[in-house]
Structure formats: C-alpha cells, structure tokens
C-alpha cells in the first residue's frame, strides 16, 4: 500500500488690439471710441440675425456671438476671431464705452467654469474619469474637447477596438494571435476575443486531440483536452492545525502563505490516446526547443530560476517505435500498465509508466507546461477554501477517489481498479479537475526537498514559487489508485526519481490562461 510517506482656457480669448477710431457692433453693446477692443467667448459680435463685429485698418477682430448668423469678418488686413458659443459681449472703445450686456444668454464653453448643459470646461471635468465616463473598465486621462464635451481618446477600455496594456485582443482585433501562438506550435482551429479582452482557445484542438472524438468522462461526451482555469490568489500551502490537519510527514510544515497567479489546468490526466499522438509526433523527429516549457505568461516570462527543456534530456525520447512499446519504457507493468502498441481499449486511461522527461516534453509539444507543486496544491486545495481533499472535507470513499484498490469491487487488486479518467465526477476539484485525489500520482515541475518550505515562512515570500535547486527526485502529487486515504489530502508530498517509470504515476498538464 502506498502512503503519502512514501516520500500581476483657457476661454478662447481673441487677442485685444488698439483701434484708431470708433468701431461699430451689431447686436451687441453701444461702440467707443479708441482703445481696447475686448475679446471674450461670443465677442463683438451680438446674436441677431447676420449679426457682426468688424475690425477695420488693420485691427484685430473679437470672437462672435452665438447669434444665428453670427460672424465676425476682418478688413483692410485685419485677423478673424474664433466663433463663439454665446456669452457676454466684449467692450469697444476702452472702459467707458464698451459694451457689457449679456449676447443672447447663451453658455459660456471655455471659461474653465461647468455649467448647465456641458460634460465638462477645461481641466473641470465634474469628477468625471476614463472609467465612469466609458462603459466598463476603463483606464487612462479624460479630456474635455473645445465643445466642451468629454474627449476619450487617451482612455483605454475593453471594447473599443484596440489592444492596450493589460488586454490580449479586443473585439476583431486579435494582434496577430492564432491557435499556433496562443496554444501551442502544432495547435489547429481559430481564435476568438472574449468580451473582457482575453483569447479565446476554445476553438482551438491541442495536438494530442486532434482526430480524437470527445470520449473523456463519466459520461463519454467531454473532450479529453479540456482546460480549466484556475483563478490565483492565496492560500496556505502545507499542512496546519486548521480544517486540512491530518496525519502527514514532517515535509508538509510549516503551513506557509504562498501566491500563485491564473494559470489553466488540463481537466484530466494525460490518456494513452492522447499520448499515442506524441509518441508519433517523437519518432517522426519531434524535440523540444532548448528552453522550452517555461511559464511564459508571467511576469519576467517564467518562474524564477526556471530553466526550460534542455537538450542533454532528448535522450529520453525515444527515436523508435518499438522502443516505446518495450518494458523499459511504456510497458513497464505486465498487470497495471495501461499502454498498448496499437489503438485499443484503453485509450481513454490514463498513461503510466512514463517518467518525468517524456511528462515534461509532451507537455511542451501540446502547447502547456508542468504545474509548480505550489500550483498543483492551489487546484488541489480550491486556493483560499484550503480544503482538505479537493471535493472538501468529507473522508474518502470510492465514488469520491480511484484508490486502494477499491473502484473494480473485488478483494483483491486488478488492472479494472484503474478506470478511465474522470470516472468519479463527485470527487472532483473547485475549479473543475477530475481525479486531483487517486488514480495515478502526478508529476511537477519541482525537485524535491523535504525541508524547502522552511524557506518560505515570511508571509508572501513565495510568489509563483518554485523549488528549482537540482536534487535527486522531482515531487510527485495526488496519491494513485493503489495508495491509502491519506495519501489523498491536498497537502500530501510524494518524490520520485526523474528518470524512473511506475504503473502508479501519470500527469497532466498547465497551461496559459485564456
């Protein structure tokens, strides 16, 4: 029996000049004589019908009113003001006889004072911002146009049709996405924008199910390629004394606080249908790209220290068919083996005997990565609900969890205990994964280290962490089908030699959000 044990205004002012001589204003106040011409938003010019305000011998003309009509022309050389909205007439002839009654009453756009009728005037913009003004959220700097209505091109939002920082597409605008970047190399299909302006992959066919009909799950009809996206946050990671406390190794404290940001989870664990796929894709000369596999959609592109795929591991991949099927690779249990070097009945099983090199690459190759132990644990735990198994609390039982040899009803134990994926829908995890708990132990990306979490007992020291110091064995989770109950719990930590295989350890894969 195994056991866990087993180690992101200015007012437009036309300019004043001096006038020589007595100028004339329709509509507007009685003319001066020499002086200052004042020019304020609505001007000379008064609001009746045709009505205008002339600068002659060279002067400057003020703005006009808002008046039907209204215009304001410069002779003899003079400069034209700007028309206005309406407003108060400027004066003629100095102070004494200028002008200062009221043109039409109209507003006042551009003397940096909202009024009644305007979005905004100048820098006031009524407590208005990007994000109440556009619908949705929104970031950025509202203006306020010469209209003095409000002006959105320096906001960025979701919707508007172009892609700004934070967005992946937006509406038709997919920046050049296509299933072969967003998913991975050898993915088919076609992209699609979400209405929060993120990729949406769902049409999309990852390599290992391409030709595959949707077969997976309790009731046959899921593809064995789903994806669920595990939303980030925190949460304790380990074993404490609150509701995950349960007999466990010393390996599993202190509990520590740990962040892990939105990352995708395959739904199930890789089947041998699915890994037949990139059994061919190898023999016919597949190989990872040196550095491949990293946590590209982090910040800094991965996770800190992490390395990629490297080259000196192509060994693992075996150049020949015959190879694959033989007992040294993928037929390494005569019993519980689940491979078979021809289409069969086992396809949709999940694939054992595979070590964590082959684990590794065929993740890369179906456009994903291995999970951290610290992402792994997050989906297992449901994140902040810090569960004890990923259904929750409740003890296990064979409708719950493939393990201890219990699912195929007899005494003794048998190749049947090792259903298909997905055969216990009760069991499965907050954010949507079957199989978390039994079946097969799963690989991550991390070495091994029983004293690694000691390293992290500042609170949010340990964001998107991982344990990449080389040592001997990589971390192994989840418990399989011949393991005990308390190899189940969300916080049980297992480790396996990298190189080697086992009928009780399988994987599956991490992926980009979308």
Not at 103 to 127: F, I, T, Y
Not at 469 to 487: H, K, L, M, P, Q
Request: proline share 3%; with cysteine.
């Amino acid at each position: 029996m195994r056991s866990c044990l087993r180690v992101l205004l200015s007012g437009l002012m036309a300019a004043c000049t001096t006038l020589s001589g007595a100028e004339i204003s329709q509509g507007g106040g009685t003319a001066g004589g020499d002086g200052v011409s004042g020019a304020g938003v609505g001007g000379l010019g008064g609001t009746g019908e045709g009505g205008e305000g002339g600068a002659h011998a060279g002067g400057m003309l003020g703005a006009s009113g808002a008046g039907e009509g209204g215009e304001g022309g410069a002779h003899a050389g003079g400069v034209s003001g700007a028309a206005g909205v309406g407003g108060q007439a400027g004066s003629s002839g100095g102070t004494d006889g200028g002008a200062a009654g009221m043109a039409g009453g109209g507003l006042l756009c551009g003397d940096g004072v909202r009024q009644s009728g305007e979005q905004c005037d100048g820098n006031d913009l009524g407590g208005q911002d990007c994000s109440s003004v556009v619908q949705g959220p929104a970031q950025g700097k509202l203006g306020c146009g010469a209209d003095c209505k409000f002006d959105t091109s320096e906001c960025a939002w979701c919707g508007n049709g172009k892609i700004e920082v934070g967005e992946e597409c937006d509406g038709w605008a997919l920046g050049g996405a296509t299933c072969a970047s967003a998913v991975g190399p050898e993915s088919k299909g076609s992209v699609t924008c979400t209405s929060l302006c993120t990729l949406n992959t769902s049409g999309c066919t990852k390599p290992s199910c391409q030709g595959l009909a949707n077969t997976c799950g309790s009731s046959g009809n899921d593809s064995c390629c789903a994806t669920d996206v595990v939303t980030g946050g925190t949460f304790p990671m380990g074993r404490g004394s609150g509701s995950d406390a349960a007999s466990g190794g010393s390996n599993e404290q202190p509990e520590h606080d740990v962040i892990v940001d939105t990352f995708g989870l395959d739904r199930y664990e890789v089947t041998v249908g699915r890994f037949r796929k990139f059994v061919d894709a190898v023999v016919g000369g597949w190989k990872p790209a040196a550095g491949a596999g990293k946590h590209s959609h982090l910040s800094g592109g991965q996770i800190s220290g992490e390395s990629g795929w490297d080259a000196s591991w192509n060994s693992h991949l075996h150049s020949a068919k015959s190879t694959w099927d033989s007992s040294s690779s993928l037929a390494c249990d005569s019993t519980f083996a689940t491979w078979t070097p021809n289409v069969g009945a086992n396809e949709n099983k999940p694939q054992n005997c595979v070590n964590w090199y082959q684990a590794y690459a065929f993740c890369i190759w179906d456009g994903g990565f291995l999970p951290t132990e610290a992402e792994w644990e997050y989906a297992a735990a449901g994140g902040s609900d810090n569960r004890l198994y990923p259904w929750g609390s409740q003890a296990p039982s064979k409708t719950l969890a493939v393990y201890g040899c219990l699912f195929n009803g007899t005494s003794s134990c048998e190749a049947a205990d090792l259903p298909v994926v997905g055969s216990t829908p009760a069991g499965k995890g907050k954010y949507g994964q079957m199989d978390l708990a039994g079946s097969l132990w799963e690989w991550t990306l991390d070495w091994y280290d029983g004293l690694w979490y000691s390293s992290y007992s500042s609170p949010g020291s340990c964001k998107n962490c991982a344990n990449v110091n080389i040592g001997s064995t990589r971390v192994e989770r989840g418990g399989d089908f011949i393991s005990g109950a308390d190899s189940l719990r969300a916080a049980c930590r297992y480790n396996f030699a990298p190189a080697n295989r086992s009928n009780g350890v399988g994987w599956r894969c991490a992926r980009t959000p979308h």
